[in-house]
């Protein structure tokens, strides 16, 4: 049979992570994962992580808007590209924008540390993710389009 593309668009985006104290930790215990839109930015905000160096940090990935609502950065199409985006782990004058959104929607963290890292959003046309079956017994889930986090 034929192979079918997904029409798919690679946004250049970022995230910060905020390690936080005991005190913040347990200030968020039971935190939702949470998804957040304005007119200024659009992001997600994951809870409190324990992760395997034994800190515990929230994880934010986001974007300012446009004054039209579009995403700030840039469609990165050529797979090298996108490999070059990760590996430089961002743009690290976006760190205190990150931090704002933080600000936010979780005011008076007392972090440990924050520091950002590049990420990558794969976007739809529609704005609606692909879900479904592509062919007997394969199927597809792409295109978050920024709106999930792993």
Known sequence: GGHGQLDLHNGTTMV????????????????PSVIYKDDRFWCYILPPIKYPDGTTRLKLGGNLLTKEGELVGRIEKDPEGMVKWYRSGGDAGRKQELWEMVDTLVP??????????????????????YLGEVSPGVFVAAGGNGQAAK
């Open 16 to 31: 910060v992570m905020v390690v936080l104290g005991e005190e913040d930790c347990q200030r968020l215990a039971g935190m």
């Open 108 to 129: 008076g963290l007392r972090p440990l540390e924050v520091f950002v890292d590049a990420c990558i959003t794969s976007n739809t046309p529609t704005g609606r993710p």
